[in-house]
């Protein structure tokens, strides 16, 4: 069974910062494409970062300078790295995996983010 198992979530008060991971199991991780992505309360899901296999990056225009993707091969995990949080980051983070060429996505269960004073 695929599982892409999110964590690092919590309150965090404006300005601070958070490092979520994302755990992979049961997939050849290396080969695989990573993304973050979140969905505030009655907003669409929306693309935060994403990581190819070959460790090229690109970055929702919202996030680009406070937000940093990275992966572990060795450790099948996946990283966001997020600082000076705003109020707006506020949503659920979900991890999810694809490979290239292929159109099957894994997602993970979400962990929530809220960014509030």
């Known amino acids: 069974q695929v599982q892409l198992v999110e964590s690092g979530g919590g309150l965090v008060q404006p300005g601070g910062s958070l490092r979520l991971s994302c755990a992979a199991s049961?997939?050849?991780?290396?080969?695989?494409?990573m993304g973050w992505y979140r969905q505030a309360p009655e907003k669409q899901r929306e693309l935060v970062a994403a990581i190819t296999k070959n460790r090229e990056t690109n970055y929702a225009g919202s996030v680009k300078g406070r937000f940093t993707i990275s992966r572990d091969n060795d450790k099948n995990t996946v990283y966001l790295k997020m600082i000076s949080l705003k109020p707006e980051d506020t949503a659920v983070y979900y991890c999810?995996?694809?490979?290239?060429?292929?159109?099957?996505?894994?997602w993970g269960q979400g962990t929530q983010v809220t960014v509030s004073s």
């Open positions: 999810n995996a694809q490979m290239t060429g292929r159109t099957r996505v894994y």
């Open positions: 049961q997939i050849i991780f290396s080969i695989y494409n």
